[in-house]
Antibody, heavy 118, light 107 residues
Framework: EVQLLESGGGLVQPGGSLRLSCAAS????????MSWVRQAPGKGLEWVSR????????DYADSVKGRFTISRDNYKNTLYLQLNSLRAEDTAVYYC???????????WGQGTLVTVSS | DIQMTQSPSSLSASVGDRVTITCRAS??????LAWFQQKPGKAPKSLIY???SLHIGVPSKFSGSGSGTDFTLTISSLQPEDFATYYC?????????FGQGTKLEIK
């Protein structure tokens, strides 16, 4: 059974940093690209970043480019998102999502809440 | 960037009804279109990929169609558990983009 478990969310001040983790199980982690998607309170879904299975290719939304860094450890079966220079508008539930071979999301984690506030 | 526009933004229907949600892309995306269902306080659930292929375990009451710029999600014989918000998403190019969502409510 595929499982994705996010952690690392919390309350952080504007300008601060946070690292999110997504522990994966139930599939060969290194074979699949992974993404982060966020959802601000009461709003829709926003794609944030994607990393290839090997980790050598990454993409970012313009809203986070230069501030967020996606990475993965295929030995630990874990996906990461480093969030720097956080702003109030980064407040959201952050989900990790697994891609299938057709590049579409098939499984999602339960999400972790990041709140940026002073 | 590709913009995804869903219609309607909200929809009221009764148990047993059949409903259709439309998603339009600002430029052609072939069939690189997915649909997701989200219930309040829960993570999204993947329903459809490649415009019309159902993910494992998704009941056949859900169906998708379309190619290029215009796509539809149809849900037949609505049950109470189907009332949720539905999102489309293009994965033809980066940045990947979602529609704004369609909230399906019980009439």
């Amino acid at each position: 059974e595929v499982q994705l478990l996010e952690s690392g969310g919390g309350l952080v001040q504007p300008g601060g940093s946070l690292r999110l983790s997504c522990a994966a199980s139930g599939f060969r982690f290194s074979n699949y690209a992974m993404s982060w998607v966020r959802q601000a309170p009461g709003k829709g879904l926003e794609w944030v970043s994607r990393i290839s299975g090997s980790g050598d290719s990454t993409d970012y939304a313009d809203s986070v480019k230069g501030r967020f860094t996606i990475s993965r450890d295929n030995y630990k079966n874990t996906l990461y998102l480093q969030l720097n220079s956080l702003r109030a508008e980064d407040t959201a539930v952050y989900y990790c999502a697994k891609e299938n071979y057709m590049d579409s999301f098939d499984y999602w984690g339960q999400g972790t809440l990041v709140t940026v506030s002073s | 960037d590709i913009q995804m526009t869903q219609s309607p933004s909200s929809l009221s229907a009764s148990v047993g009804d059949r409903v259709t949600i439309t998603c339009r892309a600002s430029q052609g995306i072939s069939n690189s279109l997915a649909w997701f269902q989200q219930k309040p306080g829960k993570a999204p659930k993947s329903l459809i990929y490649a415009a019309s292929s159902l993910h494992i375990g998704v009941p056949s009451k859900f169906s998708g169609s379309g190619s290029g710029t215009d796509f539809t999600l149809t849900i037949s014989s609505l049950q109470p558990e189907d009332f949720a918000t539905y999102y489309c998403q293009q994965y033809n190019s980066y940045p990947r983009s979602f529609g704004q969502g369609t909230k399906l409510e019980i009439k």
